[in-house]
C-alpha cells in the first residue's frame, strides 16, 4: 500500500484548504483512513478519521467543527476539508491506512500501519 497526501500551500487564517490522499492498492475499502499532523516541535496529533464505509468519522477537539473528512472508496481516495484555517493548524499533515483494526482505535497513531509521505499546510498571515 503507498499513500500520497497532497493539497497543502501556504495560506492566511480563516482561509481554506482541501488536503487529498490517494491510496494505491486493492482492498481500499476495508481500511480505516486517517489523518495525522506534526508541527515542529511536536509530536504527531491526531486530526481525523473516517471508518471503511465513510459512515462513522472521528474528529480531534481541536478541529471538530472546521474540518471535514471524506472518503470515496471509488477512487480510492480520502479528502480533509480544511475551513477556518488558524496559526495552530500549521504543520505537516499526514495520511495514514489502517488495516484490521478496530473502530475505537482509529484516533491512535499505532493503528495505522502505512503513512504518506506528509504534505506542509501553513497558516500565515
Known amino acids: 500500500v503507498q499513500l500520497q497526501a497532497s493539497g497543502g500551500g501556504l495560506v492566511q487564517p480563516g482561509d481554506s484548504l482541501r488536503l487529498s490522499c490517494a491510496h494505491s492498492?486493492?482492498?481500499?475499502?476495508?481500511?480505516?483512513m486517517g489523518w495525522f499532523r506534526q508541527a515542529p516541535g511536536k509530536e504527531r496529533e491526531f486530526v481525523a478519521a473516517?471508518?471503511?464505509?465513510?459512515?462513522?468519522?472521528f474528529y480531534a477537539d481541536s478541529v471538530k467543527g472546521r474540518f471535514t473528512i471524506s472518503r470515496d472508496n471509488a477512487k480510492n481516495a480520502v479528502y480533509l476539508q480544511m475551513n477556518t484555517l488558524k496559526p495552530e493548524d500549521t504543520a505537516v499533515y499526514y495520511c495514514?491506512?489502517?488495516?484490521?483494526?478496530?473502530?475505537?482505535?482509529?484516533?491512535?497513531?499505532?493503528?495505522?500501519?502505512?503513512w504518506g509521505q506528509g504534505t506542509q499546510v501553513t497558516v500565515s498571515s
Open positions: 495514514a491506512a489502517a488495516s484490521g483494526t478496530i473502530m475505537t482505535t482509529v484516533q491512535m497513531i499505532r493503528a495505522y500501519g502505512y
Open positions: 473516517v471508518w471503511r464505509s465513510g459512515g462513522s468519522t
Open positions: 492498492g486493492r482492498g481500499f475499502d476495508t481500511y480505516a
